[in-house]
T-cell receptor, first 112, second 111 residues
Framework: NSKVIQTPRYLVKGQGQKAKMRCIPEKGHPVVFWYQQNKNNEFKFLIN????????QIDMTEKRFSAECPSNSPCSLEIQSSEAGDSALYLC??????????FGEGSKLTVL | QQKVQQSPESLIVPEGGMASLNCTSSDRNVDYFWWYRQHSGKSPKMLMSIFSNGEKEEGRFTVHLNKASLHTSLHIRDSQPSDSALYLC???????????FGSGTQLTVMP
């Protein structure tokens, strides 16, 4: 069973609404990732953190998406103004070393 | 164009058969590879990794890597219905934390 905890499992938002997802990474894993998996199973890397600092992020993340990973609090990914194209499964993963990702069960976002 | 490309998109094999899945990187820097498996409705889980030329075997699963062509393949022998899943190839550059995933191969093993 995954030790990466994501909440909520499902969220439904109207266009223009905020959507916020949370993730508790596995203890001791220094790096946390957010990926978006669309209905065609395409994985899109959004952002990763190492010890609360952003390592890498894509352009999309810089605009409507915001994410943080504060110490002693869950990591979060927030979409400021949801669009229909944001409907997807948002996967959080933590990693003890390069390439070895442990995924949570995901938060499935539906934007109506 | 995706940096990590997988083929075929979908594959059907009979129970007990051999499944062969392919993955190629179009980025010269992406030469470390992992294979993940995602059962329907579940999150991906790492299966195997390969970083050097050659092959690596774990049970019924064998991965090959050719660094010159940046091609890796996953072979599943004696396929079982429980192997039916989405198989994702992921690549990264040495020392980079950013893992780039392909779109996956949907494997169906028919009883």
């Amino acid at each position: 069973n995954s030790k990466v905890i994501q909440t909520p499992r499902y969220l439904v938002k109207g266009q223009g609404q905020k959507a916020k997802m949370r993730c508790i990474p596995e203890k001791g894993h220094p790096v946390v990732f957010w990926y978006q998996q669309n209905k065609n199973n395409e994985f899109k890397f959004l952002i990763n953190f190492q010890n609360q600092e952003v390592l890498q992020q894509i352009d999309m993340t810089e605009k409507r998406f915001s994410a943080e990973c504060p110490s002693n609090s869950p990591c979060s990914l927030e979409i400021q103004s949801s669009e229909a194209g944001d409907s997807a499964l948002y996967l959080c993963a933590s990693s003890p070393r390069t390439g070895q990702l442990y995924f949570g069960e995901g938060s499935k976002l539906t934007v109506l | 164009q995706q940096k990590v490309q997988q083929s075929p998109e979908s594959l059907i094999v009979p129970e007990g058969g051999m499944a062969s899945l392919n993955c190629t990187s179009s980025d010269r820097n992406v030469d470390y590879f992992w294979w993940y498996r995602q059962h329907s409705g579940k999150s991906p889980k790492m299966l195997m990794s390969i970083f050097s030329n050659g092959e690596k075997e774990e049970g019924r699963f064998t991965v090959h890597l050719n660094k010159a062509s940046l091609h890796t393949s996953l072979h599943i022998r004696d396929s079982q219905p429980s192997d039916s899943a989405l198989y994702l190839c992921a690549g990264a550059s040495s020392g980079s934390w950013q893992l780039i995933f392909g779109s996956g191969t949907q494997l169906t093993v028919m009883p």
